[in-house]
Every structure is written in C-alpha cells, then in structure tokens.
C-alpha cells in the first residue's frame, strides 16, 4: 500500500545532541510537511517542500532544518534540541498545494529530550 | 491570520450514541478536511469537503461544508468503543498560502462501553 513512513517512530536525544528525523513517502507526492505536535494541541507547521522548493514558516526556529535529497525522502534536522522541543513530529505529504489538497500523514516521530 | 474555533473541546458518551462537533472560522474556506488522531498516531484523514453545502459520508461519519464557507460539522452515528480518539477539523483559505491547512484545536472523543 502506498504510505507515509517515518523512522524511528520513537526517539531519545540528549540536551544539545543534534538528532534527525526521516520520512519517506511512496505515494510520489511531490509535497512533503514537517509539522511539530505537542501535547493535547494541533499540528503546528514548521516548513514544506514543494518539489525542491524550500518554504519555511516565519516563526520556525533556526534550530530547525530540512532536506529533501529526491521525491521519496525528506529529513527533519534539530540542531541542538532543547527540552521544549520534545513533541510528536508527523510528516505529510500532498499531490501538488491546490485548493483541492489532502494532506496524508506518517505515524510520527516521538521526540524526547533528556 | 485565519483561525478556527474547533467544538467541544471533549465529548464523554455511551457506545451507541451520535455525536456532532463543528469547527467555525471568522474567514472563507475553500476546503475543509476532518482527521482522526489515535494515540501515538499521526492523523488519518476521514473526509475531505470542497463544495459551499457538499454533504459527505464515509461509513458511519457524515460531514457538511457550511453554505457560508465558514464553518463544518462532522457527525458520527451510533458510537462503538474504537471512535475513541482526537477529531481535527483543517481547512484552506487563501489558495496563496500555498496549500497551508489550518487545524482546529481538536475535539477529544471519550466512549464508554
């Protein structure tokens, strides 16, 4: 079946240790979201690719980064991950950014920071 | 920015009762979408509305587009123990904004056997 896959779906990082989240996707979305969740509270979107095209939300910290190397796969990187970082991380992908998207979502990355 | 106002916050009801929650914006939708959020899960969409009025069923749930494109309800019919769970309602405006969704703060689903 065609899916959103995130790996590892749970991970463990210390103060300070940069840490990076994967996604991979076989839907050949050619749009792909890192969104942070943290508890009880709605996805809240940290940047998109649409193909190569980089969009960053103004008030994403520096402190996060992305990569899309190809159409599958797009990486999520925390530079130096604070406690308030800790949060559920769900990639979704959508064909194209029109007014008819749907959005599909991985199972998400859960992020604890020691 | 545009905003949506997602109720009620939590529901607790018994198996086999209907239950109806709505989202409203104080601006035009053009799509609106509603997503179900299991524990440790990422969202699973459930339906996807794009028409002012466009009544939709998938199963047991049944949403509705608002004919002033400024609000949505998803109602679900006779509740079974696996409806447990968080329900966002999502939706786009400004075709600008490049596809962003923007999510209601979501409705917590109690069922009590």
């Known amino acids: 079946d065609a899916m959103v896959i995130q790996n590892p779906r749970y991970q463990v990082t210390q103060f300070g240790k940069p840490v990076t989240l994967s996604c991979s996707q076989t839907?050949?979305?050619?749009?792909m979201y890192w969104y942070q969740q943290k508890s009880s509270q709605a996805p809240k979107l940290l940047f998109h690719?649409?193909?190569?095209?980089?969009?960053n939300e103004a008030d994403t910290p520096d402190n996060f980064q992305s990569r899309r190397p190809n159409t599958s796969f797009c990486f999520l990187d925390i530079r130096s991950p604070g406690l308030g970082d800790a949060a559920m991380y769900l990639c979704?992908?959508?064909?194209?950014?029109?007014?008819?998207?749907?959005?599909?979502f991985g199972p998400g990355t859960r992020l604890t920071v020691l | 920015g545009q905003q949506l106002n997602q109720s009620p916050q939590s529901m607790f009801i018994q198996e086999g009762e209907d239950v109806s929650m709505n989202c409203t914006s104080s601006?035009?939708?053009?799509?609106w979408l509603w997503y179900k959020q299991d524990p440790g899960e990422g969202p699973v969409l459930l339906i996807a509305?794009?028409?002012?009025?466009e009544l939709t069923s998938n199963g047991r749930l049944t949403a509705q587009f608002g004919i002033t494109r400024k609000d949505s309800f998803l109602n679900i019919s006779a509740s079974i123990p696996s409806d447990v769970g968080i329900y966002f309602c999502?939706?786009?405006?400004?075709?600008?904004?490049?596809?962003?969704?923007?999510f209601g703060q979501g409705t917590e689903l109690s069922v009590k056997p």
């Open positions: 690719y649409y193909d190569k095209d980089f969009n």
């Open positions: 509305l794009y028409k002012a009025g």
């Open positions: 601006s035009i939708f053009n799509t």
């Open positions: 979704a992908t959508s064909r194209g950014a029109g007014q008819t998207l749907k959005q599909f």
């Open positions: 839907l050949n979305h050619n749009v």
């Open positions: 999502a939706g786009q405006g400004n075709y600008n904004q490049g596809g962003k969704l923007i």
